[in-house]
């Protein structure tokens, strides 16, 4: 229960080796504490890493590094787990995850109302982006955005240019579908929809196109029903394009009902999602108002603290 090593001074403890210049074994390998400066300090100017932490356990829970803020009332922007890269270009990283089997790269996790993961572009619009995808993402849950559009190479010319269209949005929850039918002998049709449409739609809108000549009498005969419409009054053997809607009665849709308006309450209420658009400051946006975390970094654009290489004893 003693101690092995002590060491007392400007440099505690020096060490020098071909593979490890200290070396510590025990319950805890090595614990650095310190009231001012930095617990741990570790410095290379080699191609390798500062810090290593691997862990060898199968065990559930295991972890290669831990980090840990232990107030329950932490200043602002306080981080667990801080990765700065200084890199002016576009290849540096200031926090790597990687996971070689089907779990997960990075994880972020929230238990009381707050926000599991958080990218933060300054607010801007217009350049940069709080968060890039290569692939494939999955949301599990309700999105909520400013607009939104497809963006693909142009198909007119893929190498020079790109198209976007804008979504088509509505307060309801609505779903559009459309085709064209032939009409029989006697100016009608049938349209049969897939089995689930009326499991998943209700109050159904209608619109009825004739193609080729003109249909003054085209009429929807029968309402859907069974997951099938019929339309009449049309030429036989015409054609018609057709359009249905309906809105989402599905258990999700249901339980997950969109608010077409809502109140601003709280630090959001004289606060704007947008108030570049209204020629308003940064500082007038629900971000800045609704997350301290967003005020320290937009009060303070220097970023965190760091520690000086040439001083790590902060004197």
Do not use: C
């Not at 862990?55 to 700065?84: C, D, K, M, W």
């Amino acid at each position: 229960t003693a101690t092995g090593v002590y060491g007392f001074g400007q440099t505690g403890v020096y060490g020098q080796g071909d593979y490890a210049g200290v070396q510590g074994s025990g319950p805890i390998g090595l614990f650095g504490s310190s009231t001012s400066g930095n617990g741990v300090y570790a410095y290379t100017e080699t191609g390798q890493e500062a810090v290593i932490g691997r862990n060898l356990s199968t065990a559930y829970g295991a972890r290669g590094v831990f980090g840990e803020i232990h107030s329950t009332q932490p200043g602002g922007s306080s981080s667990a787990v801080l990765g700065v890269n200084n890199g002016t270009g576009a290849s540096g990283i200031g926090v790597w995850g990687s996971q070689d089997g089907t779990g997960y790269g990075v994880l972020g996790e929230t238990l009381n109302g707050g926000y599991a993961v958080v990218g933060d572009n300054g607010g801007s619009n217009t350049s940069g982006y709080a968060g890039s995808f290569n692939g494939r993402v999955a949301v599990v849950g309700t999105l909520t955005k400013g607009g939104g559009s497809f963006k693909i190479d142009h198909p007119l010319d893929p190498a020079n240019k790109y198209l976007y269209h804008s979504f088509v949005e509505s307060p309801d929850m609505k779903n559009i579908y459309d085709g064209v039918v032939t009409l029989d002998e006697n100016g009608r049709a049938v349209v049969t929809m897939p089995d689930w449409f009326e499991a998943l739609n209700q109050n159904f809108r209608y619109q009825l196109t004739a193609i080729g000549a003109s249909m003054p009498d085209l009429y929807v005969s029968e309402k859907i029903s069974d997951n099938h419409f019929a339309i009449a009054g049309g030429q036989p053997g015409g054609e018609v394009s057709w359009q249905v809607t309906g809105i989402r009665h599905d258990p999700f849709a249901e339980a997950y009902r969109i608010p077409v308006e809502e109140d601003k309450t709280g630090s959001e209420k004289g606060h704007y999602l947008y108030p570049e658009v209204y020629g308003k400051s940064v500082q007038d946006s629900v971000w800045y108002a609704s997350s301290p975390n967003a005020r320290y970094n937009i009060d303070h654009p220097e970023g965190p603290q760091q520690p000086d290489l040439n001083d790590p004893l902060g004197q």
